[in-house]
């Protein structure tokens, strides 16, 4: 196989992209660590305006983990490109973005849930769709506290950090 110049400068770019990805989901998952150790202390009053900024930074958060798998699955060697697709927090983070986050107000199909309504608690922190009808065992959200550790442990895991950009790291 021949590598070209083209495709050295494809994959810089996406090694690029795995460390930009990593600062952001930190920026965010520390804004919504923020956020919600706010909420804590001030229970029982609820802020609701805080509380749904906190909701948009774990949708983002989704989308973005979601970008850095999808950037992992394109990097990995082949033989562990498949195994990432096959593992269940993969699958979970999949399905939680793309059908609780993005498609989820679009009513124009079935398998869409235009449940606009999320769950929150303590020790999960908040949950995506809790409380809808429509969610299923797939992507049914155990919290953002839950899947950030298992997402930490995917990443560490198959050594995602590693196909970032070494120039970028600095």
């Keep these: 196989m021949v590598v070209t110049l083209a495709d050295k400068v494809r994959a810089a770019n996406l ?13 965010t998952s520390e804004r919504i660590t923020e956020v ?8 029982p009053q609820w802020d609701f305006e805080t509380a749904d900024r906190m909701y948009l930074d774990v ?5 973005l983990v979601q970008k850095l798998l999808r950037l992992a699955v394109r990097l990995l060697p082949e033989n562990e490109r498949q195994k990432l697709k096959n593992e269940p927090t993969f699958k979970q983070i999949r399905a939680i973005r793309n ?11 079935r398998e869409n849930d235009p449940y606009s309504g999320y ?26 506290f ?5 997402v930490e ?8 950090r590693a196909l970032a950009s070494v120039r970028d790291l600095v």
């Design 15 to 27: 090694r690029s992209g795995v460390s930009k990805l990593f600062k952001q989901i930190k920026i």
């Design 36 to 43: 919600h150790t706010s909420l804590v202390s001030h229970l």
């Design 59 to 63: 949708e983002v958060y989704y989308t």
């Design 99 to 109: 059908r609780l986050v993005e498609h989820a107000y679009d009513t124009g199909s």
């Design 119 to 144: 769950g929150w608690g303590a020790v999960c922190g908040v949950q995506v769709k809790a409380g809808s009808s429509m969610t299923t065992s797939t992507d049914n959200d155990p919290g953002f």
């Design 146 to 150: 839950p899947n950030q550790k298992a």
């Design 153 to 160: 442990e995917l990443l560490s895991r198959y050594k995602v």
